[in-house]
């Protein structure tokens, strides 16, 4: 396990969450050329409404009018990240490993200096996440990402979507969990691309409590990540302030 921090930030809008990815990824390449040690971060936030257009992302699958998305709180935005068209908003639990795959395993043994096996992992903590609510989540071959069904409430839907970047082997971007989502923002868009299946959220498949969803699915990164986790989690009264001054400094520490 190596040695590694998760910053439980709370409500960012997107471009400046992917700012403080930029961030730290950029530490992480610094320490690698400089030959010490840099510790991986995992970035845990909600996004305000927004459409983020990946790098192989079709424009004509935002399928409302830059007005209409407006007018309703949203915006869109064009990402780096690998992927289609997605939504991001409140009741969603998105994640952001910050990573050097070429010093990171898998508890068993098996090297992340692999993408399949780095989407794999971030597949697999997202499903034992579901599962710890009683949602049977899994995989549906070709279509990177997690989905529940097919079952009696109709065929495979989507619970969670994945987009990342690597550079040199350190990532960015990550992973996003419908939990209370707002699916009808989903139809301005063909979520991920993919025209013939729908989205759900945790809230639709199952009647558990869902508080500790954001921390079960810190844990499950951090385990199939290597990560040995020190958490600096929201302060009552002020969220997400207590974990944005750590980010701070640490990233104060490298400038």
Request: charged share 25%; net charge negative; with cysteine.
């Amino acid at each position: 396990m190596v040695g590694a921090d998760a910053f439980v930030l709370g409500r960012v809008s997107y471009r400046e969450a992917w700012a403080l990815q930029r961030a730290v990824q950029a530490d992480l390449l610094a320490a690698r050329r400089e030959e010490r040690d840099a510790r991986p971060a995992l970035l845990v936030v909600e996004h305000p409404p927004v459409f983020t257009l990946g790098a192989s992302g079709r424009t004509t699958h935002v399928t409302a009018s830059a007005a209409e998305i407006e007018a309703r709180g949203g915006e869109i935005v064009a990402s780096d990240r690998g992927g289609d068209v997605t939504f991001h908003g409140p009741g969603q639990v998105v994640a952001y490993p910050l990573l050097d795959l070429e010093r990171l395993a898998t508890p068993e043994g098996e090297t992340l200096r692999d993408l399949h096996r780095y989407l794999r992992e971030l597949e697999e903590a997202i499903i034992r996440t579901c599962a710890d609510v009683g949602v049977a989540a899994g995989r549906v071959d070709g279509r990177t990402g997690v989905w529940v069904g097919p079952d009696v409430r109709g065929p495979e839907r989507k619970v969670a979507a994945i987009g990342i970047r690597t550079s040199r082997w350190t990532t960015v971007h990550g992973l996003a969990l419908n939990v209370t989502t707002d699916l009808s923002w989903f139809g301005l868009i063909v979520p991920c691309g993919i025209a013939d299946r729908g989205v759900t959220r945790l809230a639709d498949e199952t009647d558990a409590d869902l508080s500790g969803v954001s921390d079960a699915l810190v844990g499950h990164l951090g385990e199939r990540l290597g990560l040995d986790l020190t958490v600096h989690a929201n302060d009552p009264g002020s969220p997400g302030q207590a974990a944005r001054a750590a980010l701070d400094a640490r990233l104060a520490a490298v400038a």
